[in-house]
């Protein structure tokens, strides 16, 4: 067992990040943590509380229409203690961790799961 996980961050894409702020900040009293340029020169918002957050992608080119279950979902991130025993369950498990990464202010590793849905796994240890 790596230790009890929490969900650190959610990534989803919105077709309007600022309006998807002001109702995320009027609902739970969350801020933004940081906003910028994002993947393709989209933009994103980090919102929420200290040590969990909603990223908030809107793409360049923006988005339309409704989506298929699952499809507007980029990834799930959850926060371990131990990062090294997160990723031998997560082999253990017959699924394959990549995009390794060790930078400020954490190290991180992803995999997707049966299913396709993204997840990334952080350890600020």
């Excluded at 077709?15 to 933004?32: N, V």
Aim: charged content about 25%.
């Amino acid at each position: 067992m790596t230790g009890i996980a929490r969900i650190e961050h959610v990534n989803i894409t919105t077709s309007d990040a600022p309006r998807m702020a002001d109702l995320l900040e009027k609902l739970c009293g969350w801020h933004r943590r940081w906003e910028g340029p994002a993947l393709n020169d989209g933009h994103t918002i980090h919102f929420g509380a200290k040590n969990q957050y909603v990223a908030l992608y809107t793409p360049k080119e923006g988005i339309g229409g409704r989506f298929g279950k699952g499809v507007p979902l980029n990834h799930i991130g959850i926060e371990v203690d131990d990062i090294g025993k997160a990723e031998e369950t997560v082999i253990a498990a017959g699924l394959e961790p990549f995009n390794h990464g060790d930078y400020d202010p954490g190290r991180r590793f992803y995999f997707f799961d049966w299913d396709g849905i993204e997840w990334e796994v952080v350890s600020y240890a």
